[in-house]
């Protein structure tokens, strides 16, 4: 490792999300994929989970409730009963009854009655990854033989609203998403889904291109997000933007008060399990891809190490110091900082090659053109911006 480690810089934790990995596997072919190894029909071990459990119990981060997030593939290729034996592992670990959620996101072309009635029995959160109409969504979510998948995705959502399971949608937007707002708005209105979120195509690990990095993009994407904002607002009831409802709250906070940390510029505020046991921390689509600089991204393997050592080790604490002085850097730079707190690190990685930077594509996509489009809609409201 290149990199010359520090003290420690921030206080780990408390652990707001695990992120585990129940099998790389994804049984669709998405064209943006980060994952490098989605075609893997690995699946974690029963002796992983008892490790990740009991380690997460023990080791001091468990501070306040938490969400277990099952990602980084398609978890809905393990059975409910799969689920069943993680969930009552966890309950026998969790001895002092720390309030845990579950949260699955899916492409949800798997989901049938089984499913269902698994969602309902345990109040699981759900999310649904969709980009629109199939004239949009075929074109990246595909099956490995090229086919598209919205069909089968929408008969996965009809299920869902058959047995009355609210979900929420993301959708990833790309060029061609940024010519259809009113389509997009349509089609989240008869799904019956009030909460969308929306992902710009990223640069990340395999993914090295994105749609969307180009010098005309931006203002393309602003006026979506303007049409699709007084479409929102206007709907009966009204569709709620993730990005829409943090750029108002950070807008409309109290003069003087401070953007919360990033959970992925604190250390161990995310804990990412791989199906194999390796985990990280920071930005949880760090864990698997490849960095010379830090000798990868893993701090460990949970069948050998501790996350208490970890959260020790000169590896985690070089990590830091180059992500910390990539947010300071953001800090004294950019007029936007008290919006997002200093940006992900996973993009400054990949599109800057280095933590120690500041401004990505992925920045003024996701945070700049979103504030500024919110903060001129609150400007020309009733209320506005006091």
């Known amino acids: 490792m290149n990199a010359v480690t520090t003290a420690r810089l921030t206080e780990p934790g408390p652990l707001d999300l695990l992120v585990l990995q129940p099998t790389p596997f994804c049984n669709i072919n998405c064209s943006y994929c980060y994952l490098p190894d989605r075609r893997s029909r690995k699946q974690i071990s029963s002796e992983v989970l008892d490790r990740v459990f009991d380690q997460v119990f023990t080791s001091g981060l468990v501070r306040q409730p938490f969400t277990v997030v099952w990602h980084a593939g398609e978890p809905l ?37 089984d499913w269902c009635q698994f969602i309902r029995a345990h109040d699981l959160r759900i999310g649904v990854s969709v980009d629109g109409p199939a004239f949009l969504h075929d074109r990246f979510r595909k099956t490995y033989s090229g086919q598209g998948t919205f069909a089968r995705v929408l008969e996965g ?51 090295t291109t994105s749609s969307l990095n180009a010098v005309d993009a931006r203002p393309m994407l602003t006026r979506f997000l303007s049409r699709f904002y007084d479409l929102a607002e206007r709907a009966n009831p009204p569709i709620h933007v993730r990005e829409f409802d943090s750029a108002r709250a950070a807008l409309l906070a109290p003069p003087g008060v401070s953007p919360p940390p990033d959970q992925q510029n604190t250390p161990m505020a995310i804990v990412s399990v791989d199906c194999d046991g390796n985990f990280s921390t920071f930005s949880p689509e760090l ?100």
């Open 287 to 386: 864990l698997g891809l490849p960095s010379t600089h830090y000798d990868g991204f893993a701090l460990g393997n949970i069948l050998t190490d501790s996350l208490a050592d970890a959260v020790k080790s000169p590896r985690l604490m070089a990590i830091e110091r180059d992500i910390r002085a990539g947010v300071e850097r953001c800090k004294a730079t950019c007029s936007y900082f008290n919006y997002c707190g200093g940006g992900a690190p996973v993009n400054k990685y990949f599109e800057n090659g280095s933590f120690d930077s500041s401004e990505t594509m992925f920045c003024r996509m996701s945070r700049q053109a979103v504030v500024d489009v919110v903060l001129h809609k609150l400007e020309r409201s009733p209320v506005g911006v006091q």
């Open 77 to 113: 290729v393990l059975p409910p009963r799969f689920y069943e034996k993680a969930f009552a592992l966890l309950a026998a670990l969790n001895v002092n009854k720390v309030s845990v959620a579950h949260s699955f996101q899916t492409n949800a072309t798997l989901i049938d009655d």
């Open 157 to 207: 959502m009809q299920r869902l609203r058959e047995y009355k399971i609210p979900f929420h949608v993301i959708s990833v937007l790309t060029r061609a998403s940024l010519d259809y707002p009113d389509e997009l708005f349509d089609f989240y209105v008869g799904l019956g889904s009030d909460r969308v979120g929306f992902n710009v195509e990223e640069i990340e690990g395999p993914n």
